[in-house]
């Protein structure tokens, strides 16, 4: 159980495009899923928290006008990626948060290679 | 906010040899969850454990809070067992990840 679905695996676009990332969650509901970025060989660092039924709260230094993040359904929440430059490029993981154990588990989607040219 | 250490940064093992990740973290956490991520990316969780000690096959952990550490146990390393291996704590309701431990098993 607790599978969290993420598509595309991978995607190459031009400069200037706007990319789509999905994140479903597949057997269980997630009010609140989390957006993480990671550079190669460095740590997952939060982006945002995508809550449903309303706006995204996103951490410091990350532009809500360029990652654009909805969450419309208790098992899908989506992130765009607005305008992408070549900086952009990274690995995008989304995560799903649950109960377990009386307190908060997470699971991973399988994250999404990034890659604008 | 919450400060995570991971060490080593990298731990280079032969088949069959045990080893132990270390976690410290800087304030009190609601949970901990240990992840390793495979070469393609995915994150898999491996425990969830705010304390105690818990035991899955050939891995282990132990997280003693009030001290504000946890540790992961690899035994009989095999060649599957590469990856990265991340700590990550739950403090309010996010999760903050460590640095992360790369992890190399040789033939």
């Known amino acids: 159980g607790a599978v969290v679905s993420q598509h595309p695996s991978w995607v190459i676009c031009k400069s200037g495009t706007s990319v789509k990332i999905e994140c479903r969650s597949l057997?269980?509901?997630?009010?609140?899923m989390f957006w993480y970025r990671q550079f190669p060989k460095q740590s997952l660092m939060l982006m945002a928290t995508?809550?449903?039924?309303?706006?995204?709260?996103?951490e410091q230094g990350v532009e809500k006008d360029k990652f654009l993040i909805n969450h419309a359904s208790l098992t899908l929440s989506t992130l765009t990626v607005t305008s992408a430059h070549p900086e952009d490029s990274s690995f995008y993981i989304c995560?799903?948060?649950?109960?377990?154990?009386?307190?908060?588990?997470?699971?991973f989607g399988s994250g999404t290679r990034l890659t604008v040219v | 906010g919450i400060q995570v250490e991971q060490s080593p940064p990298d731990l280079i093992l032969q088949e069959g040899a045990n080893s132990t990740l270390r976690c410290n973290f800087s304030?009190?956490?609601?949970?901990l969850q240990w992840f390793h991520q495979n070469p393609w990316g995915q994150l898999i969780n491996l425990f969830y454990?705010?304390?105690g000690t818990k035991q899955n096959g050939r891995l282990s952990a132990t997280t003693v809070a009030t001290e504000r550490y946890s540790l992961l146990y690899i035994s009989s390393s095999q060649t599957t067992d590469s990856g990265v291996y991340f700590c990550?704590?739950?403090?309010?309701?996010?999760?903050?990840f460590g640095a992360g431990t790369t992890v190399t098993v040789r033939a």
């Open positions: 304030d009190s956490v609601n949970n």
């Open positions: 454990i705010p304390s």
């Open positions: 995560s799903a948060r649950r109960i377990v154990l009386a307190n908060y588990g997470y699971t």
């Open positions: 057997d269980f509901q997630a009010t609140t």
């Open positions: 995508s809550n449903e039924g309303s706006k995204a709260t996103y």
């Open positions: 990550a704590v739950l403090n309010d309701y996010k999760l903050s």
